[in-house]
């Protein structure tokens, strides 16, 4: 009796009955409401839209947001952790994750999940850039993009894009139209310059419409410092390193119908061979040459300075015979002891070939790479 007695007081001196009420085992759920917007499973989000994370009856404590590739969005909360939103806009064409955990008074949690697409445009703006990533080339070099759509709103691809060097110089861009953008120091490049193009396009809407996908940097060393002289009435080409003449060359140059532009022109492209048919330049069928060895271009409108193996020997230096290029003494194939090999071998792309004594206008500045033959107030102007 004395046990059943002492196992009775037991079980009620520690049993529910001491409350005389029921226990409540059901757990607390948070008060605290988690908003994200744009809502999960959103789709076709603008760049421009609000993104934010907001907590009602509560605070927030973490948010973590990542793109498609699993990058972090950086992000601000505001001083009571009510709200918080990214550091900067939406990318197009992307994928957001976001979680958020928030905590009501109580230090209950709450947690939200969602998913959600931005907008993939129709219309996007590339830009075609010279010179090449990790590209060595002449100290007259001019950065230049070709973009693949007109460009309305030309001060926004201005903030997009730069250009900078160590040492740091003086640069300037200029616009040639709607579809191009240059960029060039005041005076030529030192050799040793390593030179950096900044491309931040993505999401720039340079258009209605119309929007940039890169965002990239592209660099390149200036060589060493060579300019060449083309005199045309001399029949000549002075090669010259650091100021120092190293080689003078016989040449050829543009005959008195279709006389060589003068001016400063820079080499944009060095072809070991390559096609040159008067058709692609307005010359109709004059002619039409499948093999043209050592060929580097001054112009787009097709001026370059090349081997000439059907050429006399004794028409270099002696007349002006060509449709308006600078030919050089060279033999089929191309021949690497023929001036026109030697100059080929020692040239860069991104070196200045200046004309001079041509009876012909000064090459407009737009023709391929030809922004030396404006003065820098000009050049500058055009931004």
Sequence with gaps: MWLAGMLTACGLGFGPADSGAPADDTPKVSEARIRITPVDGAR?????????????????TSVHVEDGDGEVVEGV????RSRWHPRSRLSLSEKYTVDAVAEDMGGRRAAKHAVFTTLVPKNTLIGYFTPEDGQTVGTGMIVSLDFNRPVADRE????????????AVEIAPHWFGDRRLDFRPRERWRPGTKVTLSLRLRDVETAPGVYGVQSKDVTFDIGRDQTSTVDAAAHTLTV??????????PISAGAPSNPTYNGSMVISEKL???????????????????????AM??????TFVHGSYWAAPGTFGAANTSHGCVGLLDVKGG???????????????????TVVNS??????????????NMAWEQWAAGT
């Design 272 to 294: 070991r061979l390559t096609r040159m048919n008067g058709d692609t330049v307005g010359f109709g069928g004059e002619y039409d040459i499948p093999d043209v060895p050592h």
């Design 240 to 249: 010259r390193r650091g100021g120092q003449v190293t080689r003078v060359l």
């Design 335 to 353: 021949g690497t002891a023929t001036p026109a090999g030697w100059f080929f071998a020692h040239s860069l792309v991104g070196d200045l070939v």
């Design 156 to 167: 926004a691809v201005e903030r997009a894009v730069s250009v900078g060097s160590s040492p």
């Design 44 to 60: 076709d989000v603008e760049a421009d839209d609000p993104f934010t994370v907001e907590a009602d009856d509560g605070r927030l």
């Design 297 to 302: 271009r001054l112009t787009r409108s097709g």
């Design 359 to 372: 009876h012909d206008r000064t090459v407009s500045p737009d023709n391929g790479l030809g922004g030396w």
């Design 77 to 80: 909360f505001t001083a009571d």
